[in-house]
Structures are given as C-alpha cells and as structure tokens.
T-cell receptor, first 114, second 112 residues
Framework: DGGITQSPKYLFRKEGQNVTLSCEQNLNHDAMYWYRQDPGQGLRLIYYSQIVNDFQKGDIAEGYSVSREKKESFPLTVTSAQKNPTAFYLC?????????????FGAGTRLSVL | ELKVEQNPLFLSMQEGKNYTIYCNYSTTSDRLYWYRQDPGKSLESLFVLLSNGAVKQEGRLMASLDTKARLSTLHITAAVHDLSATYFCAVEWWDSNYQLIWGAGTKLIIKP
C-alpha cells in the first residue's frame, strides 16, 4: 500500500538532547513537508523540500534541521536549541503532476519533554 | 503575507441540524483545500476547490469557493455523529514555491 510512514508514534526528549523523527513515503512524490501542530491550533510549516538535496525553511525553522538525501525520506531533527518542542509533528508529501498541491499526511509523531 | 481565518473555532450541534463553517483568506488565491482530522489522528483530504464558483459535495458535506470574496464555506447537512472532527481549510500560496497556508481549524462536536 502506498503511503507515508512516520516513526516513532511517541517520542520523549531529555533536556539538551537532539532527537530525530523519521518520515518515509512510497508515493513517488517530489515534495515533502514537516509541520508542527500545537493543541487547538492549525499547522505551522517547519521545513519543506521540493527535490532531493534541497530544502527550505518554513515559518518556524529555528531549533530544527532536516535532510533530503533520498526522494523517499525526509527526517526531522529537533535540536536542543528548540526550547519548547512538545507538540504533534506531521509529515506530508505532495506531487504536482496534476498541478494540484494535495498533501498526504503520515500518522504523526507526538513529542514530549521529560 | 497570506492569512487564513476560520470561524467558528468550536461548534457543538445536534444531530440532524445544518450548519456552515467559514474560511476567509487575505490575499488572492484560486485554490483552496479542506481537510478533516479525527482526535489524535492525521489529516485526511476532503475537497480541492480550484476556481471561483467551484462547488464539491461528498455525502452530507458541501464545499464552495468564492475567490472574489476570498471566502470558502463547508456546509454540513443533517449532521450525524460520525462527522465529529476538526476541519481545516488551507489556501495555496506562491512564495518561491507553492505552499499551503492553514486555518486554525474548526472543532465540530455532533451530539446524538
């Protein structure tokens, strides 16, 4: 089945620790996105990538880093510089073959601070 | 900068009633997307509205787009409990690349 796989489902971070959230897609989509969702709020864009080996900062990139070495994979690292990382993180992908920007989402990773 | 506002942010209603969720945006765009999110779950695409006057319907949900008024509506007809969820609108915007700018979401609770 085609889709987007995020792991882990739950993640706990200790003070000063970097953690990496995984996102893999087998939809052959060129574009991938990372969003942060806080309770009762909409989605805020952290980083996005339109092609392999290229990515751009979104609205709230500070304290986060990404890589895009393969088309299928777009991992997000939450660094110790992100002082308030507790949130629900969603990865998405899209293809503009049909000129639409429908984004398909993974199941999400819920990150908490110990 | 494009801003997207949804209202209401919270809606509690009885089964069988009709209601409308509104999505206003601040800058010209011809493309608007509606998504549904169940509690603790991911987002699911509902509708894509591509031009002024576009109307899409699926079951008890109908979405429309007025690009001149910069307004989209999501109308619920004869609501049922299964439609309880948070509904998001997102507007497509070009800023060196295409992005979706998201509304804050409308949490809909439908009581039996």
């Amino acid at each position: 089945d085609g889709g987007i796989t995020q792991s882990p489902k739950y993640l706990f971070r200790k003070e000063g620790q970097n953690v990496t959230l995984s996102c893999e897609q087998n939809l052959n989509h060129d574009a991938m996105y990372w969003y942060r969702q806080d309770p009762g709020q909409g989605l805020r864009l952290i980083y996005y990538s339109q092609i392999v080996n290229d990515f751009q900062k979104g609205d709230i990139a500070e304290g986060y880093s990404v890589s895009r070495e393969k088309k299928e994979s777009f991992p997000l690292t939450v660094t110790s510089a992100q002082k308030n990382p507790t949130a629900f993180y969603l990865c998405a992908s899209s293809s503009r073959v049909s000129s639409l920007n429908i984004q398909y989402f993974g199941a999400g990773t819920r990150l908490s601070v110990l | 900068e494009l801003k997207v506002e949804q209202n209401p942010l919270f809606l509690s209603m009885q089964e069988g009633k009709n209601y409308t969720i509104y999505c206003n945006y601040s800058t010209t765009s011809d493309r608007l997307y509606w998504y549904r999110q169940d509690p603790g779950k991911s987002l699911e695409s509902l509708f894509v509205l591509l031009s002024n006057g576009a109307v899409k319907q699926e079951g008890r949900l109908m979405a429309s787009l007025d690009t001149k008024a910069r307004l989209s509506t999501l109308h619920i007809t004869a609501a049922v409990h299964d439609l309880s969820a948070t509904y998001f609108c997102a507007v497509e915007w070009w800023d060196s690349n295409y992005q979706l700018i998201w509304g804050a979401g409308t949490k809909l609770i439908i009581k039996p």
